[in-house]
C-alpha cells in the first residue's frame, strides 16, 4: 500500500485500490499548499478566514478540514425557564466538568430496571404487565392480554363507572395504567418506601434514597439545552434564511397558558450562528446573505447575539433570550467577481483577525503534483462507493484532461485544479466501467467519458454553430413575438 504523505510516483502502483486515503482532511486537499498552512493558522490561534476563489477548487473542503483540528467544545448552552418572567428566558451555560457531574447524578437517580417478573405480582398487574386474569407478562402498549384476550384494566380514580371506561379505552388500544406504582417493603424493622416506574420492557424501581436524589433535581429551575456539549464543531450556513442563521421561537397557539401552551423556553430555536458556538460556521457565497452580512458583524463583534421570535403574526414575537454566546471562527468563500459585495465592516474585521486567501486554479506539472492527481483520483473514487478503482493508464489519462483543461480555461501549463468537475468526469468514467462489467477504470472509459461528459454549451455549439444560434432554432414561433423570458426585457434582435 501506499501512503500519500511519503513521495511515490505513478510507477509505483497499478491501480488506485493500492493508495491509501488520508485520515486528516487537511491531507486530502491538492494543490493548495499555501490556503491549507493558513487554514491550520486559523484553527490554532482560532482566526476568521475568507476564501476566494472558483467554484469546486476546494473552499469548502479546507473549511471542513479546520474544524476538524479545533478542540472539542467545552461549553453547553441552555435557555432556563423565568418564573418572574417566562417570556424572558435566561441563559445558562455548563462548562463540561459540569455536564458530567449533572450526569452522573442523574444516573445514581435512575434506579434498577428489573424483569416485569421479579416485583410483586400486584405492581406487575397494576403497571400493566400482568393479567389479572391468566397471569401472563406482556408489555403495557398491549392494553388486551395476548394470551386470553382479556383486557388488563386496573381501577382508576374516575369514579364508579372507571372500569367501564377502562375496559372501552383498552377495547380501542388506549391503555390505562398509571406511570408508577408506590409501595412499602419491611427491611430491617423498619417499612421503607418503594416506587415502581414503567420503563418499557423493563420495570424501573427506584428505593428513598434515589428518590431523594430526583426530588433534588426536580427542585432546580426546567431548562432546555439548545447547543449540548457533544456536537459538531463545523456549522454550514450557506444560503440560511434569517432564521435559521440567527434562531427563532416556534409559535404555540395557546402561548404560554400554563395547562394548554408549551413555555416559551422550550420553544426557542439556535440559529446556526448559536450553534457554531466554539466551532466554525462555514458561510460559501457569502454575499447571497444581502443584509444579514450585519448581523454577522453584530455576533463576531459582541460573540453574543439575542434569540427572538421573528414573525410578528407569532406566539413567539414576544419571546427574547438575550445574551447567548455565538463565539465562532467565521470561515466565509466567494467568487472574485463577488468581492464589492462583501460588506466593508465585515470584510475589515475579517482582515484585521484573520486571512484573506486567493485560492488556486491550477499547479505546476512534476512528478510530484501527478502523483498527488493520482491520490485525489483514489479519494474521489472511495468517497463515491459506486465506481470501481482506476487504473495506472487511466489515471494517466485524466492528469492529460487535467492539463488541458488547466491550458484552456486558465491559460496556464499545469494541473487544473477545479477538481469538482474532474470529480465528475471520473464518476462518468466509472459508471461506463461498471455498465461494461469491467473490473477497473480503464483509458478507454475515460476517453469516452470526455465525449459525453461535456458542458451542454459545447453540446449546442457543436450542433448549431453557437450558443445564440441554437436558442434561435429552438424558439417557437409564438415566442419570436413576445419577449423572451419574463425576466429579460430584452427583445430578440441579437438571436436574428
Same mark, same amino acid.
Given at each position: ?12 502502483? @497499478? ?181 415502581? @416506574?414503567?420503563?418499557? !420492557? ?5 428505593? !428513598? ?7 433534588? %433535581? ?33 409559535? $404555540? ?21 448559536? !450553534? ?6 462555514? %458561510?460559501?457565497? %457569502? ?66 483577525? #484573520? ?68 470529480? #465528475? ?5 466509472? $459508471? ?58 430584452? $427583445? ?5
Amino acid at each position: 500500500m501506499i501512503d500519500p504523505r511519503k513521495e511515490f510516483s505513478l510507477d509505483d502502483f @497499478e491501480t488506485t485500490a493500492e493508495i491509501i486515503i488520508p485520515k486528516d482532511p487537511l491531507e486530502r486537499v491538492i494543490g493548495q499548499d499555501e490556503a491549507i498552512k493558513i487554514a491550520k493558522m486559523a484553527a490554532m490561534q482560532r482566526r476568521n478566514l475568507l476564501l476566494v476563489g472558483p467554484p469546486g477548487t476546494g473552499k469548502s473542503m479546507i473549511a471542513q478540514a479546520l474544524a476538524l483540528h479545533l478542540p472539542p467544545p467545552t461549553e453547553e448552552i441552555r435557555v432556563v425557564h423565568n418564573p418572574q418572567n417566562p417570556e424572558r428566558p435566561l441563559v445558562e451555560v455548563k462548562t463540561r466538568d459540569e455536564v458530567q457531574r449533572e450526569e452522573m447524578e442523574l444516573l445514581s437517580a435512575q434506579g434498577v430496571e428489573v424483569d416485569p417478573k421479579e416485583v410483586p405480582s400486584h405492581v406487575a398487574e397494576k403497571l400493566g404487565y400482568r393479567c389479572p386474569k391468566c397471569g401472563a407478562y406482556s408489555t403495557p402498549a398491549e392494553p388486551v392480554c395476548p394470551k386470553c384476550g382479556t383486557p388488563k384494566i386496573v381501577q382508576s380514580s374516575m369514579g364508579p363507572f372507571g372500569d367501564i371506561f377502562g375496559a372501552i379505552g383498552a377495547a380501542f388500544g388506549i391503555a390505562s395504567f398509571p406511570p408508577r406504582v408506590t409501595t412499602t417493603v419491611r427491611e430491617g424493622g423498619r417499612e421503607k418506601i418503594v416506587v415502581y @416506574e414503567s420503563a418499557g !420492557e423493563k420495570i424501573r424501581i427506584l428505593d !428513598e434514597k434515589m428518590l431523594e436524589k430526583r426530588r433534588a %433535581i426536580e427542585k432546580k429551575k426546567p431548562y432546555k439545552v439548545i447547543v449540548p456539549l457533544k456536537r459538531n464543531p463545523f456549522v454550514m450556513a450557506t444560503g440560511a434564511s434569517e432564521t435559521e442563521l440567527l434562531g427563532d421561537v416556534r409559535h $404555540d397557539p395557546y402561548g404560554g397558558h400554563p395547562q394548554l401552551g408549551t413555555p416559551p423556553y422550550k420553544r426557542v430555536v439556535p440559529g446556526a450562528i448559536h !450553534e457554531a458556538h466554539q466551532g466554525v460556521l462555514f %458561510i460559501d457565497e %457569502i454575499t447571497h446573505l444581502g443584509p444579514l452580512q450585519r448581523n454577522i458583524l453584530t455576533a463576531m463583534q459582541e460573540k453574543k447575539f439575542p434569540i427572538a421570535g421573528r414573525n410578528p403574526q407569532s406566539a413567539g414575537a414576544s419571546v427574547r433570550v438575550d445574551d447567548v454566546p455565538c463565539d465562532f471562527i467565521l470561515v466565509a468563500a466567494c467568487n472574485i467577481q463577488d468581492l464589492p459585495n462583501i460588506l466593508s465592516p465585515l470584510r475589515s474585521r475579517i482582515i484585521g483577525e #484573520g486571512y484573506e486567501v486567493l485560492v488556486k486554479t491550477s499547479m505546476p506539472d512534476t512528478p510530484e503534483n501527478r502523483a498527488k492527481y493520482a491520490q485525489f483520483v483514489a479519494q474521489e473514487i472511495a468517497m463515491d462507493g459506486r465506481i470501481p478503482h482506476a487504473t495506472r493508464d487511466a489515471v494517466l489519462a485524466i492528469i492529460e484532461e487535467g492539463k488541458r483543461r488547466a491550458k484552456r480555461i486558465d491559460g496556464e501549463n499545469g494541473l487544473t485544479l477545479r477538481l469538482r468537475e474532474m470529480g #465528475g468526469l471520473i464518476r462518468v468514467a466509472g $459508471d461506463l466501467a461498471v455498465m461494461n462489467g469491467d473490473r477497473f477504470i480503464e483509458r478507454k472509459h475515460v476517453v469516452e467519458a470526455l465525449r459525453i461528459a461535456r458542458p451542454i454549451e459545447e453540446q449546442i455549439s457543436e450542433r448549431y454553430g453557437s450558443y445564440q444560434a441554437g436558442v434561435a432554432k429552438d424558439i417557437t414561433a409564438a415566442q419570436k413575438d413576445m419577449v423572451y423570458n419574463y425576466w429579460n426585457e430584452s $427583445d430578440l434582435s441579437g438571436y436574428q
